[in-house]
């Protein structure tokens, strides 16, 4: 029996796992990425010839259901007719929350034009007692699709995972 014989079931059952923890029943699902965003932090600084504005220390973000917690966001917008913004760049101990997930990484982007987010360094995703790590996270804000790579390894600031996708899903007990 070959290898990936013997491995078609394994994959089935992962593939089965993530699916409901992690795929298309995502709480990002349909996120509205034209709500208003709202950032608190200890400074800021705007660089209006760069259209962007850099925000440091104990920093929240707020769009709808979805907080994102970080060291520093950099602010990307198009200053037309007044300011949009465009996309949000994060580093340092990045937390990203939506109601039934967490996922943590060391940078993160959340490219509001495409309505994606790109998590990179260290990145781990919860949703209840279920969880994935890896190298880097891109979740789809239109169709709740999260796909986990495993690379980034020996990449800076990051830790290596070998180039693996590792995780671990809850079962439901069942009766005896």
Do not use: C, W
């Amino acid at each position: 029996m070959s290898a990936m014989k013997r491995l078609a079931p394994l994959l089935l059952l992962a593939a089965l796992a993530i699916g409901p923890a992690f795929g298309q029943t995502s709480a990002l699902k349909g996120h509205n990425s034209d709500a208003p965003v709202d950032v608190a932090a200890d400074r800021i600084e705007v660089q209006d010839r760069a259209d962007r504005a850099i925000f440091s220390g104990n920093v929240e973000v707020r769009q709808g259901d979805l907080q994102l917690s970080t060291s520093r966001l950099t602010v990307a917008y198009a200053n037309a007719d007044g300011i949009e913004i465009e996309r949000l760049d994060a580093s340092g101990g990045v937390i990203l929350r939506s109601p039934s997930e967490t996922a943590r990484s060391q940078y993160a982007i959340y490219d509001l034009n495409r309505r994606l987010v790109t998590m990179i360094g260290g990145v781990t995703l919860n949703r209840g007692q279920s969880h994935v790590q890896g190298g880097r996270l891109v979740l789809d804000l239109d169709s709740g699709r999260a796909v986990m790579d495993g690379g980034t390894a020996g990449a800076p600031g990051t830790r290596d995972t070998g180039g693996r996708v590792t995780g671990r899903f809850s079962v439901p007990r069942r009766g005896n």
